[in-house]
C-alpha cells in the first residue's frame, strides 16, 4: 500500500448524546440523521470543497484544502442545526459537537487519513460542548480575522492520548462577536473639561475682541503733555473673579480655582492688555460685592 503525507484541515463531528437519544427511539433518530445528512449536512460540506472520509455511525471525519471553508462549513451546519431544533424540546434535539485542526495527516491508497492531524480534531471534537466548534490554534490562526462569532480562549489543554498540550478556541454559533465601539466614549467629566474649555476660548476672542473695536480703534483724547499714566488708561483692564462652585460637592472647588487661574493667564497673554493678578483676583472669593 502506497501512502502520501499532506497538510489538510480536518472537521470532526458526532452527535451529542446519541445513545440517549437512539435508546428512546432508535428508528426515529437513525430516520432524523439520515434526513439531515442528505438535505443540510452533505450539500454544505459539498458547497465547501470538503470531502467525507468516514462516517462514524453518528458522526464524521471530513478533510477539506482550506480551514476557511472547513470552518465556514461547520457554522453553517451548527447554525441549520439551530434552525431544525427550533421548538424541539430538549430531550428530542440533536446538537453535534465539532473540532476543526490544520495538521500533518497520512493519506493511504483507499483514501483514509491518518496521523496526528485526525487525532487532535477528534479530541477536540470531544471536548467541545452540544452546539459549539472548537478549533486548535493552528486553524484558529487561519481563520480569527474572519470571524464575527464569539470566541472564548479555552486555554493550553492536555488533550487525551496527544503528546503536546493544544491551545484551543471556542465558537458559539448564534452569539455575534462583541461590538468595538467606533471612538472611545467621553467620560462625562471630561467632557465638562471641554465644553469649559470652548468657553474660556471664546472669553479670549470676546475680550481680544472689545480692547481692539473699545480701546485700540479708540480715538486718543490726552493731550501732548498729560501724563503717560493718562495714555495707559486706554487699554484694556480685565480682571477675572473667582468662579464659584455650584455643583454642591466641595471637592470640586479645585475645579472652579483652575478654571480661573487658567483663564487668567490666557487674557495675559493679549498683546498690550492688563489683566489684574489671580492673587488680587482671589482676595474677593466668596465676597458678596458689587461687580462695580
Not at 462625562?188 to 472689545?210: D, H, N, T, W
Not at 480703534?217 to 480685565?238: E, G, K, Q
Request: charged share 25%.
Amino acid at each position: 500500500m502506497t501512502e502520501t503525507r499532506k497538510l489538510a484541515a480536518i472537521l470532526v463531528s458526532d452527535v451529542v448524546g446519541y445513545s440517549r437519544l437512539a435508546g428512546t427511539d432508535e428508528d426515529r433518530i437513525l430516520a432524523r440523521l439520515r434526513a439531515l445528512r442528505s438535505d443540510l449536512i452533505d450539500p454544505i460540506i459539498a458547497v465547501h470543497n470538503g470531502r467525507v472520509v468516514k462516517r462514524t455511525g453518528d458522526g464524521a471525519i471530513v478533510e477539506f484544502r482550506s480551514v476557511v471553508d472547513a470552518v465556514r462549513c461547520a457554522i453553517e451546519v451548527q447554525s441549520g442545526m439551530v434552525e431544525r431544533n427550533a421548538g424541539l424540546p430538549p430531550e428530542r434535539r440533536i446538537e453535534f459537537r465539532v473540532g476543526v485542526h490544520l495538521g500533518d495527516v497520512v493519506e493511504e491508497s483507499d483514501g483514509d487519513l491518518m496521523g496526528d492531524g485526525v487525532n487532535i480534531a477528534a479530541r477536540l471534537e470531544g471536548i467541545a460542548k452540544p452546539g459549539t466548534i472548537c478549533l486548535s490554534e493552528d486553524a484558529y490562526r487561519q481563520v480569527k480575522s474572519r470571524l464575527d462569532l464569539a470566541v472564548s480562549d479555552l486555554g493550553t489543554i492536555q488533550l487525551k492520548n496527544i503528546a503536546e498540550p493544544v491551545r484551543v478556541y471556542s465558537l458559539a454559533v448564534g452569539r455575534p462577536a462583541d461590538a468595538k465601539p467606533t471612538k472611545p466614549a467621553v467620560p462625562k467629566q471630561r467632557s465638562i473639561f471641554v465644553l469649559l474649555g470652548a468657553g474660556i476660548v471664546a472669553l479670549i476672542v470676546i475680550a481680544g475682541g472689545s480692547w481692539y473695536f473699545l480701546g485700540a480703534n479708540r480715538p486718543a483724547t490726552v493731550t501732548s503733555n498729560a501724563p503717560a499714566a493718562r495714555a495707559d488708561a486706554t487699554h484694556l483692564s480685565i480682571v477675572v473673579l473667582p468662579f464659584t462652585n455650584l455643583s454642591g460637592d466641595p471637592s470640586q472647588d479645585y475645579f472652579a480655582d483652575g478654571i480661573t487661574e487658567n483663564l487668567t493667564t490666557d487674557l495675559s497673554r493679549i498683546r498690550n492688555s492688563f489683566v489684574i493678578a489671580r492673587n488680587t483676583a482671589f482676595t474677593f472669593k466668596g465676597k458678596n460685592i458689587p461687580i462695580k
